[in-house]
């Protein structure tokens, strides 16, 4: 069953993302990230991190896609300037990529991996939220701060004009 | 109810893998059939019958008894109807939309608890995933107004993402002190937690004891306030229904939709409104819990309650809804710069204070 469901999940993330990197238009591009992105959430959420799923929909799907589309969007249509994605240079990223997946492999074959009978937890909630508040409570805290001074430094830059 | 059902198809197929499959599928069916359809027939028709009782007329009378019929009629109608797509519209984003934003407004049901029995997904994550999945439904939109090739339409689309996005914010602040308060992101436990009777509900300050419950009351009121208004926008109803501004964009993002795509979308809506009063009534009036206990604890027939709780779940969803088609049918249309305003300077630094003050609460 969860073999099936997972081979589901990796056709929809792979055959998207081939649909990003090859589609003319942008915004097919924009609109497969999306799927290659809900597929990513549910191999996450398969893989029982129930957090980290939503949250790969809240921040990407819900944050990041939207605002792409919202900038293609604006600039496609109404300045009639036709944003279209080639494929140039062929060799070198066909060099770059085999290189890099090359690593890729190498590592993954390579690497000494670890093998614990460990039942997938029913909710990794509660221990993401204890870790965030004891362990990790300066970096999350400072993370906060950063987010706080980008929203700020964003909301400067957009009243400049005044 | 899942492992029951398995176990029951187990025993007649005797294949482990048919049995799962397709309790899966049931289940994910269920909600559809069940609830969503039955509801959307009646409340279109209750739309209508409301706004005509408030503009003084009789509505829809001609098909059926006192114009019960009226839905389905117009259900068929629409079958019946011929798919114009225009000519210079992007076809397979075009034919893709209504469908994104059913099944996001659809994937929403998935965590509710209908009752103690019926929830899709009894998923730690509950409410966040409500949350989370409502962006594919700004997706839906923005994908069909853009494909549609209509200034309208894509204007329309525009609005209705910047807004929904915006009120995202205040709703998920609200429900932010609510989970603080009761600890759980599951909708099934946060109505768990307000059983026996009604004083135990959250906007009543919830199950905490005593002194805490009395000054929790104002802020919960106040939390509810915020999150209906802030869910109204979500879902786009009046008086923020600036996607679809008859007066000036048409009918905003489905201004090219004919047939079932148009249904498509009036469906999501219907679902939509009835999934974010079910979400208020779980997070602020007890979900599932009967207001004064079960009639099946008295009679000593514990089959009865997961019913009786499904019927107090429907009133209360239902209650809702009817609030929601009564303020479309009195308030007038927001203006643009008015609806980020009531966002922005309002809603959202309320939703702040009220979220601090019931944290201190809570600390008492």
């Not at chain 2, 049995?19 to 959307?40: E, H, R």
């Not at chain 2, 339409?153 to 609005?159: E, F, T």
């Not at chain 2, 004919?258 to 009534?281: H, R, W």
């Not at chain 2, 249309?333 to 966002?343: E, F, H, I, P, Y």
């Amino acid at each position: 069953m969860f073999d099936i469901i997972f081979y589901l999940f990796a056709f929809i993330t792979i055959g998207s993302a081939l649909i990003v990197v090859t589609a003319r238009n942008i915004i097919y591009s924009a609109f497969s990230l999306m799927l290659t992105l809900f597929g990513v959430s549910g191999i996450y959420a398969l893989l029982g991190a129930d957090f980290l799923a939503v949250v790969q929909i809240m921040v990407y799907v819900g944050g990041i896609l939207v605002l792409i589309l919202f900038g293609v969007m604006l600039t496609n249509k109404i300045t009639n300037v036709e944003i279209k994605s080639g494929n140039r240079n062929i060799a070198v990223s066909l060099i770059s990529v085999s290189v890099l997946s090359a690593i890729l492999f190498s590592v993954l074959l390579g690497t000494n991996w670890k093998e614990t009978n460990s039942q997938i937890p029913e909710t990794t909630l509660f221990g993401i939220g204890e870790l965030l508040i004891t362990k990790y409570v300066l970096v999350f805290e400072l993370l906060g701060i950063l987010l706080l001074i980008a929203l700020i430094g964003a909301a400067t830059i957009a009243r400049k004009e005044e | 109810m899942y492992e029951y059902l398995v176990n029951i198809l187990f025993s007649v197929t005797g294949n482990q893998f048919l049995a799962q499959a397709s309790v899966m599928i049931l289940i994910a069916a269920l909600p559809l059939f069940v609830v969503i359809l039955p509801y959307a027939l009646a409340a279109v028709l209750a739309e209508r019958k409301v706004s005509a009782f408030m503009q003084d007329r009789i509505g829809p009378n001609r098909t059926g008894y006192r114009g019960l019929f009226q839905t389905l009629a117009d259900i068929l109608k629409l079958i019946q109807k011929e798919d114009i797509i225009n000519s210079e519209a992007d076809k397979k984003l075009f034919n893709i939309s209504p469908l994104l934003v059913f099944a996001g407004s659809y994937a929403a049901f998935a965590a509710i608890p209908f009752s103690g029995m019926f929830i899709g997904t009894n998923a730690e994550v509950g409410i966040f995933f409500i949350l989370a999945i409502s962006s594919l439904v700004v997706a839906g939109i923005l994908m069909g107004g853009w494909a549609s090739n209509n200034k309208y339409s894509l204007l329309g689309a525009m609005r209705s993402a910047a807004q929904i996005i915006s009120y995202e914010i205040p709703t998920a602040l609200v429900i932010l002190s609510i989970v603080m308060l009761t600890g759980t992101l599951s909708l099934n436990t946060i109505s768990e937690l307000q059983t026996a009777y009604f004083w135990n509900w959250n906007i009543f300050g919830g199950a905490a004891e005593g002194f805490k419950q009395f000054i929790l009351i104002p802020f919960m009121i106040a939390g509810f306030i915020i999150l209906y208004i802030s869910t109204l926008a979500e879902v786009n109803r009046v008086p923020f229904d600036i996607p679809e501004a008859e007066s000036e964009l048409v009918s905003g993002f489905h201004t090219e939709y004919s047939g079932m795509k148009f249904a498509m979308f009036f469906l999501a809506e219907y679902a939509n409104m009835f999934a974010v009063s079910a979400i208020i009534a779980t997070v602020f009036f007890g979900g599932y819990q009967s207001p004064f206990g079960y009639l099946g604890n008295t009679l000593n027939f514990p089959l009865l309650i997961p019913f009786e709780q499904f019927f107090w779940f429907m009133i209360k969803g239902l209650f809702f809804v009817f609030v929601q088609m009564w303020l479309r049918w009195t308030l007038p249309r927001l203006r643009v710069d008015q609806l980020m305003t009531v966002c922005w300077k309002y809603l959202i630094p309320y939703a702040f204070i009220n979220l601090i003050i019931i944290g201190i609460i809570s600390l008492l």
